[in-house]
């Protein structure tokens, strides 16, 4: 395995001195047009933000180097000896972009293809500097010469293709989208094939496009606009409504020519709304994004809805913010959310939160879905650098070690009553939801054939792993033995791990970046990763055998559930012939008008199960959905009527019993699970909820357990307060609190507690010894002596009378 990068600054910082270098010895520097640039102000993102506290435990921009002193600071900061691979690799790029790159870039407007070009090599820059600050200088040298020699093989490409594609039948013909190229803007993120870059192309006729150098199947297949058998959602737009409006967003986007056609598209770059709103406020930041009035709201996230069931009928995957934009186009310029990134698709999820749209709060993962709730402040991602201005006016260069602030987001939207999210506007977002099913179910069999005839000229992306697995440097992982051949392969050359097959199923495929020719081809990874049988395509998903009404259900649910705390409970709007009933985050129902048919669905729900019933219009209205309460007692009962035999079973061993101690241990783990998910969502499960029975059960249950001692505490304030009221028994409470006192291996306060003392049960430690009765009375617990003998009794392990006694 690689040698993990050194860390060159313990400390966390580093100082950039003032640059004491002549004027002349600075102009011929291989980075003077970067210091350049910091004097006018137009570094932009080649190098790491001047930074400040920000809100909620963030850092937050304060500004970007701009001026003369800044200037000065990062000239010192790269005339140092560790920062020499970084001046190394702009002069050699400086030069190929001088030479034959100029040469063969013709389309392109004058300064585009520039090494000053901050927007095109910016990432170069930044990813540079980064690896000569945190890496060992050899390392540093081999990366940035290997990313030199990727950028120029990749921008080589580009500039082939470009030609050739902007020459042929395959090109729109919008006067937008024709004339030079006058701006090129590389993407920060993750690199594809070989250090390839997406990069946005912007046009002298004022369109711009989004060059993608990875396969992008499913935007051509879900996304692509024009006539109705442009995509599948273009189809579905075309097509009569079954219930209601159906609207489905479409893009331009586009194969190129060539025999490598399969492995790269051109998609319509897509723009924010303009005049974008404040979604909150803290004292000087601000969080800009899309703010929708009451009468924009309801339309955008039935719209939303609507996405979202397609989302979950096409096994639709990785749906995560920045992944899915509010944006605008000439064809729609309302604010609408687009898929721009689509490259998972057909996979078998089970429900709304496996697309990335949604947030499932027990299962993890990153809050920056696709249709984020809350405003926050915290950015997903961020330069690894930033610098920090001392109280001199120097900079000091730091790690980011906290979370870097957004000002701007567009992947969450408000209104203008201070909302975040689709919560204040659920039965829009779920009749779209609903529309968009009914519809697809109706057109089962023409999606089916559809899909059939153009999957096998598509790939699909197979994700392996998590990105996060390979680490912030694949490179340094490529020799890992955890890693297949072909996952090493890829890490070696700098990239995150891409797999894909066809998406009519098939062997797993790589692309292999383009060698002296060009041009890119699929080639089976060999000795790749172990196949895994969730990984798509999924024939149920592309023959349409999941699209029956009943399979709407888990995604109504699940988009419910994640925002349960911000939407209306208990609502009938007549208007969208919606009326939900909301009983907790695990249980609610929605009941769906179909005028069309004269129908009325119903979609009820609990933790378990998810019931359909279908009425006529003029039926009664069904009954609601039950108390979450009974389920809770449900459980509750059961784990007793389990727990206690085998309890019993285990005391009559004198406890000694192994094989029924680990039965027991497993079934309390078990019901500790549920519990925490009971006390979340409804509270402490008192009498007047459960009944006595369950109560004490839910009671006895923290008793067993161990570990968790924050939870435990914090449900035995809970059980106090139901105690005060009448709702739990105080000898409960009494017990657990011993329980809790022990195990931080303080005195008990009741007495409840004992241990084995040479075969006889003796109360363990007691504060206050001779107040415990006093203590125990003011909860009407016996004596503790009497107490003692009944305890000692019924474990038969009492003192033995004494031999001779009488």
């Known amino acids: ?7 060159p600054y313990p400390t966390g910082h580093l100082t950039a001195p003032a640059d004491t270098a002549p004027a ?46 800044d200037a000065r600071q990062v000239a010192g900061l790269l005339a140092r000896p560790r920062f020499r691979p970084l001046a190394e690799a702009l002069a050699a790029l400086a030069v190929w972009c001088a030479g034959p790159a100029g040469e063969s870039a013709a389309a392109l407007a004058p300064g585009v293809l520039a090494a000053s070009n901050t927007e095109l090599f910016g990432p170069l820059v930044l990813e540079g500097l980064t ?64 250090g390839h870059r997406v990069l946005r192309v912007g046009f002298a006729g004022g369109g711009a496009v989004a060059y993608k150098p990875r396969p992008a199947s499913g935007e051509v297949l879900f996304l692509a606009g024009g006539d109705a058998e442009a995509s599948v959602f273009a189809l579905l737009n075309s097509l009569p409504s079954a219930s209601g409006e159906v609207w489905l967003p479409t893009l331009r986007c586009w194969r190129g020519t060539g025999a490598d056609r399969d492995a790269y598209s051109w998609q319509e770059w897509v723009e924010p709304p303009p005049e974008p709103g404040v979604l909150r ?56 959310l687009y898929p721009v990134d689509l490259e998972v698709f057909l996979t078998g999820l089970t429900g709304l939160y496996d697309t990335g ?19 926050r402040w915290c ?15 120097s900079l000091a260069l730091e790690r980011r070690s906290r979370p870097l602030a957004r000002t701007a987001t567009r992947s969450v939207v408000g209104d203008t009553r201070g909302r975040t999210g689709y919560g204040p506007y659920l039965p829009a977002m779920l009749r779209g939801m609903f529309d968009a099913w009914t519809l697809m179910c109706r057109s089962r ?56 097959r066809s998406a009519a199923g098939g062997e797993l495929l790589a692309v292999r970046p383009p060698g002296d020719a060009p041009g890119t081809s699929f080639g089976p990874t060999g000795a790749g990763p172990c196949a895994q049988p969730w990984w798509p395509p999924a024939a149920d998903v592309s023959a349409g055998a999941r699209l029956t009404l009943a399979g709407l259900g888990p995604a109504l649910r699940d988009a419910v559930r994640y925002v349960h705390g911000d939407c209306p409970h208990d609502v009938h709007d007549r208007a969208a012939g919606v009326r939900l009933r909301v009983r907790g985050p695990r249980h609610g129902q929605a009941c769906f008008d179909w005028p069309q048919t004269g129908r009325r669905i119903t979609f009820t729900w609990d933790a378990a199960r998810i019931r359909l019933r279908v009425d006529a219009l003029t039926d009664p209205w069904p009954p609601g959905p039950s108390e979450p309460a009974e389920e809770v007692r449900a459980w509750l009962l059961a784990l007793e009527r389990v727990d206690a035999p085998l309890r019993e079973r285990w005391a009559a061993t004198g406890m000694r019993d192994a094989s029924l101690q680990r039965r027991l241990d497993r079934l309390t783990r078990a019901g500790m699970r549920r519990l925490r998910v009971a006390v979340a969502e409804r509270g402490w499960p008192d009498i007047a909820a459960v009944g006595p029975r369950a109560a004490g059960a839910a009671a006895r249950l923290l008793q067993h357990a161990t570990g968790e001692p924050d939870f435990r505490k914090h449900c035995l304030e809970l059980m106090r307060s139901a105690a005060r009221e009448g709702g739990a028994p105080w000898d409960e409470v009494a017990r657990l609190t011993d329980t809790l006192r022990l195990a931080e291996g303080l005195a008990q ?37 009497a107490y003692t003998e009944r305890v000692r009794r019924r474990f038969g392990m009492g003192p033995q009378p004494e031999e001779g006694g009488s």
């Open 357 to 375: 749209l949604v947030h499932d709060p027990e299962a993890g993962g990153t809050h920056h879905v696709g249709l984020e709730r809350t405003a």
């Open 24 to 69: 002349s010895a600075r102009s011929s520097s291989p980075t003077a047009w970067l210091v350049d640039a910091v004097a006018r102000g137009e570094a932009g993102r080649a190098l790491p933000p001047v930074v400040r506290d920000g809100p909620e435990g963030t850092i937050a921009v304060a500004r970007r180097l701009s001026g003369a002193a």
């Open 131 to 194: 690896a000569c600050a945190l890496r060992p200088a050899d390392e540093a040298r081999r990366l940035l010469a290997l990313r030199k020699a990727q950028w120029q093989a990749a921008l080589t490409l580009f500039l082939t293709r470009l030609h050739r594609d902007t020459s042929a039948t395959c090109w729109p013909a919008e006067p937008r989208f024709r004339g030079a190229v006058t701006s090129l803007r590389a993407h920060g993120d993750e690199t594809h094939n070989g």
């Open 281 to 336: 406020r803290s004292g000087r930041w601000k969080l800009t994004g899309t703010v929708l009035d009451s009468a924009a709201a309801p339309a955008f996230w039935h719209r939303a809805g609507s996405l979202a069931a397609a989302a979950a009928a096409f096994g639709m995957s990785d749906l995560i913010g920045e992944n899915v934009l509010v944006g605008a186009l000439p064809a729609h310029p309302g604010p609408a």
């Open 445 to 500: 069999e023409r999606l089916a054939g559809f899909l059939a005839e153009r999957l096998p000229d598509h790939r699909v992306r197979v994700v392996a792993r998590d990105s996060a697995e390979y680490g912030l440097h694949p490179d340094e992982l490529a020799g890992s033995p955890g890693f297949a051949p072909a996952e090493r392969e890829q890490m070696a050359r700098g990239d995150v791990p891409y797999f894909f």
């Open 1 to 7: 395995m690689a040698s993990a990068p050194d860390r």
């Open 749 to 785: 306060v009741y007495g409840t507690k004992f241990a084995d003392v040479g075969g006889v049960l003796e109360p363990c430690a007691i504060e206050d010894a001779d107040g415990v009765d006093e203590r125990r009375a003011a909860l009407g617990l016996e004596p503790l002596h």
């Open 379 to 393: 950015a997903p991602d961020g330069p690894r650098l930033h610098w920090r201005e001392r109280a001199d006016g």
